[in-house]
């Protein structure tokens, strides 16, 4: 007989740790996983089309190939293992960026990648000493070199001092990019030496500030949550928010930040790029059954509608309740107007006394009588 609790706690552990992934790399995961799917039912396997490929990516300029790369792998094991290692990874960096700073520097991270491994390929292919030509058509596809990249900059933000290799031995935070590299490469072989190098430097390059001028101030990452194109998209429960007061102004990782020099007008246009996009606003909710504005009963102040010639000592105009105002207060707020014979008399009943209740509710009616 089949444990029903067991597998009913599995599956909701499942989706509760699915439902606990950022939006992000969500989305990631299930794009690698849709496009493997459609290759493995049509059958499509040219991934010299869309790996990264030097002579073409350099020669015939197809700058597509650096983000298509990404999402293709070659094995049901190869997309698994990406996959699992990039969950935890960059869920915590999400969370430290904000969903949109996390893109965009995925987005640096896939075109840093090609562009150092195209530069190491051509350095290798052309030196004087020993030629390496081969290295033009070597063909490379999966997430793995962003994840390594990932992991430099995950490393030197944790204050951990050693980091563990698969739960065998530990190695010192600094070396460990680099023992993963060497291990891999001596236990798959056929994986892509140079992605995997190419995606450590990267890293690196992120993380001592290389990236500097392609980055965006806080403020602007904030102004582009706010835009009116992203409003059901940071609604959604994974959507990680930063902002100048949260995850931004708490990470360590350098952001852009123009010199004193060209400050203004760099500063200016920025202000000029915000003032161009929409930004959300939110309307206060109005209930259909009660339009309008509520007054607090026995203050001077409060929501009451402005008029000339009362100001407060802020500036701000404030008006003044009215005599018939103060007296409908007055009336509302007195429960002790009202004798027990009145109530009775209004409910029709004499039987027996009713009880004054000071949690009643009781409405105005025109002719001035409460009812209950």
Same mark, same amino acid.
């Given at each position: 007989m089949r444990n029903v609790v067991t597998e009913a706690s599995l599956s909701t552990q499942a989706s509760q740790w699915w439902a606990a992934v950022p939006s992000v790399t969500a989305s990631i995961v299930f794009l690698c996983s849709a496009v493997y799917a459609v290759s493995l039912v049509f059958g499509y396997d040219a991934f010299d089309q869309v790996c990264i490929l030097p002579y073409k990516l350099v020669e015939h300029f197809q700058v597509y190939r650096p983000y298509s790369s990404v999402v293709f792998h070659g094995s049901i094991l190869h997309l698994v293992f990406n996959m699992l290692a990039l969950v935890p990874i960059g869920s915590g960096l999400e969370r430290l960026l904000g969903s949109v700073r996390y893109l965009h520097v995925l987005f640096l991270l896939m075109t840093s990648n090609a562009l150092i491994q195209v530069a190491i390929v051509y350095i290798a292919a052309y030196n004087p000493i020993h030629r390496y030509p081969d290295l033009l058509m070597e063909c490379s596809i999966g997430f793995s070199g962003v994840i390594f990249a990932m992991i430099v900059i995950e490393t030197s933000l944790s204050t951990a001092q050693t980091r563990s290799i698969f739960g065998f031995f530990t190695v010192n935070a600094k070396w460990y990019p680099w023992v993963l590299l060497v291990l891999f490469q001596l236990l798959m072989p056929r994986v892509s030496l140079l992605g995997h190098l190419s995606g450590i430097l990267s890293g690196f390059a992120y993380t !001592?500030?290389? /990236?500097?001028?392609?980055?965006? $101030?806080?403020?602007? !990452?904030?102004? &582009?949550? =706010?835009?009116? &194109?992203?409003?059901?998209?940071?609604?959604?429960? =994974?959507f990680i928010v930063g902002g100048s007061s949260g995850a !931004?102004?708490?990470?360590?990782?350098? /952001? /852009?930040?123009?010199?004193?020099?060209? =400050?203004p007008a760099i500063g200016?246009?920025?202000?000029?790029?915000?003032?161009?996009?929409? %930004?959300a606003r939110s309307q206060p909710q109005v209930d259909e059954k009660f339009p309008g504005r509520g007054h607090v009963l026995g203050s001077s102040t409060g929501t009451l509608p402005p008029t000339r010639g009362a100001t407060s000592k802020a500036g701000n105009q404030r008006a003044k309740p009215t005599e018939a105002q103060s007296d409908l207060q007055t009336?509302?707020? @007195?429960? $002790?107007?009202?004798?027990?014979? %009145?109530? %009775? $008399?209004?409910? =029709?009943?004499?039987? $027996?006394?009713?009880? %004054? @209740?000071?949690?009643?509710?009781?409405t105005m009616t025109a002719n001035g009588h409460e009812l209950i």
């Open positions: !001592y500030g290389l /990236f500097h001028w392609l980055l965006l $101030s806080p403020e602007n !990452y904030s102004a &582009i949550e =706010g835009s009116h &194109i992203l409003t059901r998209v940071v609604r959604r429960t =994974g !931004y102004a708490s990470l360590s990782l350098p /952001f /852009f930040s123009p010199p004193s020099s060209a =400050g200016r246009a920025m202000n000029r790029l915000r003032s161009w996009m929409p %930004q009336s509302l707020l @007195d429960e $002790s107007h009202l004798s027990i014979a %009145q109530e %009775q $008399s209004i409910l =029709g009943t004499t039987s $027996s006394p009713i009880r %004054q @209740d000071k949690c009643q509710v009781h």
